[in-house]
Every structure is written in C-alpha cells, then in structure tokens.
C-alpha cells in the first residue's frame, strides 16, 4: 500500500514558476514508477508526467520543456518542477504511482490546487 501527499500548490502569476511535492509513505514507493496528473474545471483528468523507478520520465506535450519530474527514492519523495506557468495550466494537481511506469495511476493523492492568473 501506498499513501501519497502532495504540497506546494498556490496562486502564481503566467510565466512563473511552482514546485509540487509528493510524499509517500510505504517502502514499496522507490520500486513503484510516480507520476503527476491534473484536473481543470469541467475536463477530464489527464497525465502531466511520470517517471520510472530507474529515472525514465514521460510527459504530455503540453507541458514539455516547461515542467520537469524528479524522485528522490532516499526521501521517498517526489517533485514537478513547474517554470514558464500559463494560465490553462491552472487545475487540482494529483500525485500518483504505480507499477505501469508510462501511467503510474494505481495509486492517488488528495490533490492540491495551482492557479495561474494576474
């Protein structure tokens, strides 16, 4: 089982820069792919990125050269470096893992919300 919490959502301005955390408890998380997915107002959810227990990462073209996944196993932690923010990026941002490492969504997050806007 794993239990994921996500922080460091917020109210940012377009062209700036957000960092999401994810916490995982559960020694099964270095083993487990982790990925990030959001969910605007009215749409579906979709995948933002994940990354595989060994460092292969995947993203959504929308958000290619723009945002930037990380884990780090040792902390059992992981990150979406957001940077170049435009306001369709604003949505409740879910952190998730699981074992496909191209979808990673065995397992969720409650969400935490980012808003770009002036």
């Known amino acids: 089982q794993v239990q994921l919490v996500e922080s460091g959502g917020g109210l940012v301005q377009p062209g700036g820069s957000l960092r999401l955390s994810c916490a995982a408890s559960?020694?099964?998380?270095?083993?487990?792919?982790m990925g990030w997915y959001r969910q605007a107002p009215g749409k579906q959810r979709e995948l933002v990125a994940t990354?595989?227990?060994?460092?292969?990462?995947n993203y959504a073209d929308s958000v290619k050269g723009r945002f930037t996944i990380s884990r780090d196993n040792a902390k059992n932690t992981g990150y979406l470096q957001m940077n170049s923010l435009k306001p369709e990026d604003t949505a409740v941002y879910y952190c998730?893992?699981?074992?496909?490492?191209?979808?990673?969504?065995?397992?969720w997050g409650q969400g935490t919300q980012v808003t770009v806007s002036s």
């Open positions: 998730s893992a699981g074992r496909n490492w191209r979808k990673a969504d065995e397992y």
């Open positions: 559960g020694s099964i998380f270095s083993i487990y792919a």
């Open positions: 990354i595989s227990s060994g460092g292969y990462k």
